[in-house]
């Protein structure tokens, strides 16, 4: 079946601008994760959510972050006024459910100019 | 922090040699993901091993977990020029099922 994907692969936004990134998990799988993933280093944990609901979101770095899953499917992060110290590729993924098998969508590559 | 740090931080090896790489963390865990990244791509996932499992295999892969040692090991057989990539763990430590990824091993192996 189909992985996780992502839109867009590659954004580049001015600084001060807001982005929105899209995350479509795998059919059926109940846990989505956000991370991000700066040059040289492991994923950073952003936030998670079991269906609709934001269980945690002790990773998002400011009050500029934002995400959301209105259905328990598609899910949605947002950042505004972009700084340039943003600038990561945004990894989202699923799993069937907690403490299971997470799968990674290819990411979105941020660089705020 | 609980994060899983691997180590070495980098491996080179020739094809057909094994490579071994390991993790440790500091808090108990759930469970224990090994995910490898070729540059400028997504992350695979490769096992999970779960606390109240020693052992597990796939293919060409092996993981161990020591809860005692609080460490895993990801060890490769004949290793391939395809298997050049980073390698992760993460570690689930809370009932939530989010990971804490350490920096990764990176491996090359020469054809």
């Known amino acids: 079946g189909a992985g996780v994907s992502q839109s867009p692969r590659y954004k580049v936004a001015k600084r001060g601008q807001d982005v929105a990134l899209r995350c479509d998990p795998i059919?059926?799988?109940?846990?989505l994760f956000w991370y991000q993933q700066a040059l040289g280093q492991g994923p950073e944990f952003l936030t998670y959510?079991?269906?609709?609901?934001?269980?945690?979101k002790s990773g998002l770095p400011s009050d500029r972050f934002f995400a959301e899953r209105p259905e328990g499917s598609v899910s949605t992060l947002k950042i505004q006024r972009t700084q340039q110290e943003d600038s990561a590729v945004y990894l989202c993924?699923?799993?069937?459910?907690?403490?299971?098998?997470?799968?990674f969508g290819p990411g979105t590559r941020l660089t705020v100019t | 922090s609980q994060q899983g740090e691997e180590d070495p931080q980098a491996l080179s090896i020739q094809e057909g040699e094994n490579a071994t790489m390991n993790c440790s963390y500091k808090?108990?865990?759930?469970?224990l993901q090994w995910y490898r990244q070729n540059s400028g791509r997504g992350l695979v996932h490769l096992i999970l091993?779960?606390?109240?499992?020693r052992e597990k295999h796939s293919g060409r892969l092996r993981v161990t977990l020591d809860t005692s040692k609080k460490s895993s090991s990801l060890l490769i057989t004949a290793s391939r020029a395809a298997d050049t990539a980073s390698y992760f763990c993460?570690?689930?430590?809370?009932?939530?099922?989010?990971?804490?990824f350490g920096d990764g091993t990176t491996l090359t192996v020469k054809p």
């Open positions: 993924a699923s799993s069937f459910d907690r403490g299971y098998e997470q799968y």
């Open positions: 059919s059926g799988h109940v846990s």
């Open positions: 959510f079991q269906n609709e609901a934001q269980l945690d």
């Open positions: 808090t108990s865990i759930n469970n």
């Open positions: 091993i779960r606390s109240n499992e």
């Open positions: 993460a570690t689930d430590w809370t009932n939530a099922g989010k990971s804490t």
